[in-house]
């Protein structure tokens, strides 16, 4: 029986951000040593933090957004006007936007089923018919969607086949892994948010991942207005204003302390979904291929047809109870539409039948019985 007569009608968010308590001690030394700039303790400790998490030599540089970060590591991959970069149609608008940012033209590629990341089969189709015409990609960005890596044994080496970076996305997949090593140290360089909806948040933040040391000198160099070294305000290069505050990092510092904990319980919110709805035959989950990882960072369901998902979503979003569909397709936006995409059909699948169940780490076991027992009841 259910005590907490509270939380039956209290709204339920999809992701909300989940405090420890540990980040007000870096708040407070931060105020406390007037360290309130974008540079201080906080940020040298913060990176340092992801480093040691993240190890496997790995250099990161925390930024104002994720989105930065995409932006920056196209810039020091020279990456410009008229180039081609290939991306994952299935995603969020912003790993695409930073691509137009340096005028350079999206080429998308639809997904495999068994990840919903980037189908590698396409992926090489793109590459070949691009070159065909004299335009070979400058750069694949591969995402690990919804916290699921990405095939990365196939497209890391179709990416060295072909000679062409990869930019790994794993904005929604901090804690993740593919084959025991963890999801932000794949890439030519990498890239981790930490908005306000992801695993751990630093309020709005990102970081960008390197595996030399020289490329992280030059993001910090251009992520700080690109100021020549010296006294004088001396520029040279275009630079940007993207640097994380030290107030942030302390945040961010405090969250690293109970990362393990927020993998955890998403997996746990996973696991109950599975447990009390799989044996519908009306519902799919996406789930781990052998040697994956996930951190389910969101817990995605598949319905079987579009006007079940359409009802379901309706019904929560009724209930107070923030539910989404899944991304739609960039070839599927008015922004994106006219540009070349090598589609299979599965995105636009996805989409249609696709919904993303409320997935916070700070979900109690009421707040999951009701989600569940409303969508039970649609089929009852």
Request: contains cysteine.
């Amino acid at each position: 029986m259910v005590k907490n007569v509270k939380n039956l009608n209290s709204r339920i968010w999809l992701s909300a951000p989940h405090m420890s308590g540990n980040e007000q001690e870096f708040i407070n030394e931060a105020f406390e040593t007037n360290w309130v700039a974008p540079m201080g303790p906080n940020i040298d400790g913060f990176e340092k933090d992801l480093e040691n998490y993240l190890n496997h030599d790995s250099n990161v540089v925390a930024l104002s957004t994720g989105t930065a970060a995409i932006h920056l590591a196209l810039i020091l991959l020279k990456i410009g006007k008229g180039d081609d970069v290939i991306c994952q149609t299935k995603t969020f608008v912003a790993s695409v936007n930073p691509v137009t940012y340096v005028g350079a033209n999206p080429i998308f590629v639809d997904s495999e089923k068994e990840t919903w990341n980037m189908c590698p089969d396409l992926l090489e189709e793109a590459i070949k018919d691009r070159m065909l015409i004299g335009k070979k990609p400058k750069a694949i960005i591969a995402i690990n969607l919804y916290g699921m890596p990405y095939n990365v044994t196939r497209i890391q080496e179709i990416s060295s086949r072909y000679s062409i970076p990869v930019i790994e996305d794993s904005a929604e997949a901090l804690g993740s892994k593919y084959l025991d090593r963890p999801c932000g140290t794949f890439g030519d360089v990498s890239v981790l948010s930490f908005n306000g909806n992801k695993i751990i948040t630093t309020s709005g933040g990102g970081a960008l991942i390197s595996k030399e040391k020289s490329i992280k000198n030059k993001a910090l160099f251009l992520a700080t207005q690109a100021k020549n070294d010296g006294m004088a305000y001396s520029h040279s290069f275009v630079g940007y204003n993207y640097r994380m505050s030290n107030v942030l990092a302390g945040i961010g510092r405090g969250q690293m302390k109970v990362l393990e904990k927020r993998i955890a319980s998403r997996r746990s919110n996973y696991n109950y979904y599975f447990q009390t709805l799989n044996e519908n035959e009306n519902i799919d989950f996406l789930q781990e291929p052998e040697g994956y990882f996930s951190n389910r960072w969101l817990t995605c369901i598949l319905l079987k047809k579009q006007n079940m998902r359409d009802d379901i979503l309706t019904l929560l979003v009724e209930s107070n109870i923030e539910a989404r569909p899944s991304w739609k397709p960039m070839h599927q936006q008015e922004l994106y539409k006219n540009f070349p995409a090598y589609l299979n059909g599965t995105a636009d699948d996805l989409f249609n039948r696709g919904l993303c169940l409320p997935s916070g780490s700070n979900l109690s076991e009421v707040d999951l019985l009701r989600i569940t027992t409303l969508i039970k009841s649609y089929f009852e």
